[in-house]
C-alpha cells in the first residue's frame, strides 16, 4: 500500500537503464500515476509526457491491485 513501480526495458538490454517506468503511489489515500525513465541505475526521473494510464486500482487485505495501459510505442523519447 506504499508505492508500485514497473519498468519495461529494451529488448536488447533487459536491464534498467533506458527503461520507461509506471510508478504507483500515494497522497491523502489517493492514488497517482507517474510515467517515469532512466538512464542509469539510479531513481526513475519523471517523464515530460505522461503516456501511462491507470484504469483501475483496489486494495484487497493489504494487497494492491491495479490495471495500467500505455501504448506500445508512444513516440516519446524518454519511453
Do not use: H
Not at 517523464?47 to 501504448?71: I, M, P, Y
Amino acid at each position: 500500500t506504499g508505492w508500485i513501480g514497473f519498468g519495461i526495458s529494451e529488448p536488447t538490454s533487459g536491464s534498467m537503464p533506458g527503461s520507461d517506468v509506471m510508478i504507483l503511489s500515494y497522497l491523502d489515500e489517493k492514488p497517482i500515476l507517474t510515467d517515469s525513465y532512466t538512464t542509469e541505475f539510479d531513481y526513475p526521473k519523471e517523464d515530460t509526457c505522461q503516456d501511462w494510464k491507470l484504469l483501475s486500482v483496489a486494495t484487497e487485505n493489504g494487497v494492491t491491485f491495479l490495471q495500467v495501459e500505455r501504448l506500445l510505442d508512444t513516440g516519446d523519447k524518454q519511453d
